[in-house]
């Protein structure tokens, strides 16, 4: 508290941060917190905006202030912060203090994908996607995409495989898209298990192994994932590639 006084930036950051969630001795007080990160980022500090952003956004009435909100989101934005990009992205894209801009959005997120924010790159694929009506195929989105995989995110991966998936017919791309789905279930991925379980049912950039793609979709099953529930359910309604069982058909389509 000493250097906070003196004026350290990061000194009063820390103070408010522990004033925002409650921690090093100190009691949960938004309005300690802002008086604190406001000090900050007086000094400019980028953290201080964007925990201010939130601050403001999740403060209880009468002391939320959406546009305020939005103003230290952009400080913060503007001196590089990916989160502040992507919150601001989350803004724009929700219509939180701002009108409804999915143009905007997806600049902000790509900002935010640019330096690896995994969370950003969905979004950013999401809004290509739906700006277009079709699976997106932009360069940006699968660069985006990239980033975020490489830094660890298994939704990025499964997110890759579909990009490959919905790219072409070709050998290339099967394989492009059963090996992204393929490190995703490495990660422990559902959604991931299910679609490589799938790629060895039907041969799709995998020598075919029926046997072994249903043991995968019922593992998918098994850990409650819809859509591996809804096709094991199909598989014993019609008896394909397992024996024909209503009963257990009916079991798993309940899910």
């Given at each position: 508290?000493?250097?906070?006084?003196?004026?350290?930036?990061?000194?009063?950051?820390?103070?408010?941060?522990?004033?925002?969630?409650?921690?090093?001795?100190?009691?949960?007080?938004?309005?300690?917190?802002?008086?604190?990160?406001?000090?900050?980022?007086?000094?400019?500090?980028?953290?201080?905006?964007l925990d201010l952003a939130f601050n403001y956004f999740s403060s209880p009435m009468p002391y939320r202030d959406a546009g305020k909100a939005v103003n230290h989101a952009k400080l913060a934005a503007d001196k590089g912060h990916y989160e502040a990009w992507h919150l601001l992205g989350?803004?724009?894209?929700?219509?939180?203090?701002?009108?409804?801009?999915?143009?905007?959005?997806?600049?902000?997120?790509?900002?935010?994908?640019?330096?690896?924010h995994a969370t950003a790159a969905?979004?950013?694929?999401?809004?290509?996607?739906?700006?277009?009506?079709?699976?997106?195929?932009?360069?940006?989105?699968?660069k985006y995409l990239r980033l975020a995989a490489d830094k660890g995110s298994v939704p990025a991966m499964s997110q890759l495989g579909h990009f490959y998936d919905h790219g072409d017919d070709s050998e290339a791309a099967q394989g492009a898209a059963y090996g992204w789905w393929h490190q995703a279930a490495?990660?422990?991925?559902?959604?991931?298990l299910w679609e490589v379980g799938h790629c060895y049912i039907i041969g799709a950039g995998v020598p075919q192994d029926i046997d072994y793609g249903v043991k995968l979709v019922m593992k998918a099953a098994d850990?409650?994932?819809?859509?591996?529930?809804?096709?094991?359910?199909q598989l014993y309604f019609n008896g394909l590639y397992l024996p024909k069982d209503l009963t257990k058909s009916r079991l798993w389509l309940r899910w």
């Open positions: 508290r000493q250097q906070a006084e003196q004026g350290v930036a990061l000194a009063q950051y820390a103070i408010g941060r522990a004033y925002q969630i409650g921690r090093a001795g100190l009691l949960r007080d938004p309005v300690a917190a802002r008086e604190w990160l406001h000090r900050a980022a007086a000094q400019d500090l980028a953290l201080a905006h989350l803004c724009h894209y929700l219509g939180w203090g701002v009108p409804v801009n999915l143009s905007e959005a997806s600049r902000c997120f790509g900002q935010a994908a640019e330096q690896g969905e979004l950013y694929t999401h809004l290509q996607s739906t700006q277009e009506g079709k699976p997106t195929t932009s360069q940006l989105a699968e490495a990660m422990g991925s559902l959604s991931g850990g409650k994932f819809t859509p591996a529930m809804a096709y094991l359910g």
